[in-house]
């Protein structure tokens, strides 16, 4: 299976799944009719189709005029729509092959939200989600300050003014060339292997509440760095991972299913050269 079709055809699923949840959540009546044309009945549910359709160009209209957006493009569809009709243009050949494309195509995304979707609900999210975070082990995580500079002279300045009892983030958002700077130098909680080794060895060697005594130095620069608290660190919460599992699950909910259909089916390429590829052993 191509891996290209297979992300698109995955966040497709991903975005019903969301539309539909939300559905549910809403107070919606898929039969309220919204207008009328030439007797035809446009209702909210055929409106939230549409909304669907149109996701990218409704994100340039206010959200107050959206509904009313939707309902006029609707009615011009149905009134082209009854006009190809009198043409004649549903009895074509080309017309009943488009016709059966996407009544495929609107069943397949009824399967993918009506069975495949429904199979990742919180509770699968949750067990996938202790899977996940059962072998955790939590790391010693340190939170800096620094102020980055361009010569030692500069670093021994502000170690200077620092001992004088100059405070660290201010200092840090008047001197740093860092980003950091503008915002006192804070760097955040970081684990070991996530700065520069000369950095870390530093940062990890300070007691809280002290600064370093001598500029360091890296390829960034010449730093002073301040230790402002030591933890634990602790697994990403539900919430967090909650996106990334769904979209993981759903995935395999996905390559599950279309490799059993594959399996059980009857398929022949009639021109050479379509055969996609053997998979990687």
Do not use: C
């Not at 395999?252 to 021109?271: H, K, P, W």
């Amino acid at each position: 299976m191509p891996h290209l079709f297979t992300r698109l055809a995955v966040a497709g699923l991903a975005t019903f799944a969301m539309s539909s949840a939300a559905l549910a959540q809403d107070a919606f009546e898929p039969d309220t009719v919204l207008a009328t044309v030439n007797g035809y009945e446009i209702t909210e549910d055929e409106a939230l189709m549409a909304s669907q359709d149109f996701a990218e160009q409704l994100q340039r209209v206010p959200d107050d005029q959206r509904r009313a957006v939707i309902v006029d493009a609707l009615i011009d569809l149905h009134l082209l729509a009854s006009a190809g009709e009198e043409e004649g243009l549903a009895d074509s050949e080309a017309f009943q092959r488009r016709l059966a494309y996407q009544r495929a195509r609107t069943l397949r995304t009824a399967y993918l939200v009506d069975v495949l979707a429904a199979q990742v609900d919180d509770e699968a999210l949750r067990a996938a989600y202790d899977e996940a975070v059962a072998g955790f082990e939590p790391e010693e995580e340190r939170k800096a300050r620094h102020i980055l500079v361009e010569t030692e002279e500069e670093a021994r300045a502000a170690i200077e003014e620092l001992d004088d009892g100059a405070d660290f983030a201010e200092l840090a958002t008047e001197r740093s060339t860092g980003p950091s700077g503008p915002n006192g130098g804070d760097l955040g909680f970081f684990t070991r292997g996530r700065m520069v080794p000369v950095f870390e060895d530093a940062a990890f060697s300070l007691e809280v509440g002290s600064y370093t005594p001598d500029p360091v130095e890296s390829r960034f620069g010449w730093h002073v760095i301040y230790l402002e608290e030591v933890r634990e660190s602790e697994a990403p919460s539900f919430e967090e991972l909650a996106p990334q599992i769904q979209q993981g699950l759903l995935q395999q909910a996905f390559v599950d299913a279309i490799g059993g259909l594959r399996e059980e089916a009857s398929i022949t390429y009639e021109v050479e050269g379509l055969e996609p590829p053997a998979a990687p052993e």
